[in-house]
T-cell receptor, first 112, second 109 residues
Framework: TAGITQAPTSQILAAGRSMTLRCTQD?????MYWYRQDLGLGLRLIHY???????GKGEVPDGYSVSRANTDDFPLTLASAVPSQTSVYFC???????????FGQGTRLTVV | GQNIDQPTEMTATEGAIVQINCTYQ??????LFWYQQHAGEAPTFLSY??LDGLEEKGRFSSFLSRSKGYSYLLLKELQMKDSASYLC??????????WGAGTKLIIKP
């Protein structure tokens, strides 16, 4: 069982460039989330989607966009990367909003 | 504002018992989660409490007091593989998870 898969695993990106982080789940979960995790801080929600076709802003949405064209995929796009977006990004999904979330393996992004 | 507090780091001995505390102040409450995260890996689910009391699952137990805004994770018979960060998260009134910064648990032989 694949569960939830992120790509790439790691990336070094030049400032000002754009990039899309991919996330795919095969559990048919309705809700999907993008978090960033920085040293000393908790996971911070960037964007979420409660169901295909809908998205919402989390705690730190600026500089990021998402789409949810279908149940399985939830890509995160950085339109013009800045060094402060250097972080580990986790995609997660849950069956409903109030059940446990399953996480992808993370994408380590360095913006230089 | 919303806030989750847990100790930054704890050290314990193999075979012993350790309690990791979590206090929270959130807008609404729809449950509290504990996750384990090994270095360089993704968080994995440990427990969920929505009612007051103790939930036991093998060597791990989690306690909740909603009136005190308090939870703890109890780990018994510690093993070296329990060395990890333990994340406390509260689901608020909008069903969004608010995360603590995590407690790094170091197990010594």
């Amino acid at each position: 069982t694949a569960g939830i898969t992120q790509a790439p695993t790691s990336q070094i990106l030049a400032a000002g460039r754009s990039m899309t982080l991919r996330c795919t789940q095969d559990m048919r979960h309705n809700a999907m989330y993008w978090y960033r995790q920085d040293l000393g801080l908790g996971l911070r929600l960037i964007h979420y989607s409660n169901t295909a076709g809908t998205t919402g802003k989390g705690e730190v949405p600026d500089g990021y966009s998402v789409s949810r064209a279908n149940t399985d995929d939830f890509p995160l796009t950085l339109a013009s990367a800045v060094p402060s977006q250097t972080s580990v990004y986790f995609c997660a999904s849950s069956d409903r909003g109030n059940t446990e979330a399953f996480f992808g393996q993370g994408t380590r992004l360095t913006v230089v | 504002g919303q806030n989750i507090d847990q100790p930054t780091e704890m050290t314990a001995t193999e075979g012993a018992i350790v309690q990791i505390n979590c206090t929270y102040q959130t807008s609404g409450f729809n449950g509290l989660f504990w996750y384990q995260q090994h270095a360089g890996e993704a968080p994995t689910f440990l427990s969920y409490n929505v009612l007051d009391g103790l939930e036991e699952k093998g060597r791990f137990s989690s306690f909740l007091s909603r009136s005190k805004g308090y939870s703890y994770l109890l780990l018994k018979e510690l093993q070296m593989k329990d060395s990890a960060s333990y994340l406390c998260a509260v689901m608020d009134s909008n069903y969004q998870l608010i995360w603590g910064a995590g407690t790094k648990l170091i197990i010594k032989p």
